[in-house]
Structure formats: C-alpha cells, structure tokens
C-alpha cells in the first residue's frame, strides 16, 4: 500500500511508526495503517481527488505497477463558475478506493 501511494502516485513520506506512516498530501495529509487486517467497514472514503501536475505520467506508473485505471484520462470542462478546464482519470487503490487524478489544464 505505501508503494502504491508513495512511489506511484508520488506523495512524500512525513513521517513513520510502527503500524502506520504520513504521507503529504500538499497541506494536508493521507494517514495509512499497516496492519491491513479490518475490514473496510461503512463512512470510510470510497473516493478522493488529488491535484496533480501530469495525470498520464501518473496514470502510466499505476497501470504499468498492475493497478486499474477504471476511467482513462480524459480532457473535461467542470461546469463549475467559472468552467473548470481540467485533465481527469479515475484508478484503483489498493484498498479497491477510487481516486480521482486531476490537473487544471491551460
């Protein structure tokens, strides 16, 4: 797990303990448990976005690592005011959690 967000996706390690690590998030942070053994039980996450620079460079590592990428990158228009224009694509943790990888195109 901690490969698949620290080495793929690229989010620095803040800091490690025994049964769990920070990862930066960019102002925030992920918090992950190691021990893998509960099971993933109702209110978790299901789905989050993260900001990123290249979302087919991105894309590229988690494939190539046997992850699935559920939606390819795709150029989107966000009807938000102003519009949005972003590059988007969806992949699976290793959790089965949907993640959302988005950069703000020019």
Sequence with gaps: MICFYHELLV???LR???TGIHL???NSCIEIFLD???LVGEGC???F???TDDVDEIVERVRNAGYKVSVDPKNVDM???PVFPIRVTFIEG???ESIELFCEKA
């Design 49 to 51: 976005a993260l900001s």
């Design 11 to 13: 989010l620095p390690i």
């Design 16 to 18: 490690k303990w025994d």
């Design 45 to 47: 996450i299901r789905h």
């Design 79 to 81: 009807k938000t005011e």
């Design 36 to 38: 893998g053994t509960k």
């Design 24 to 26: 930066d998030c960019f």
């Design 94 to 96: 290793p959790l089965h």
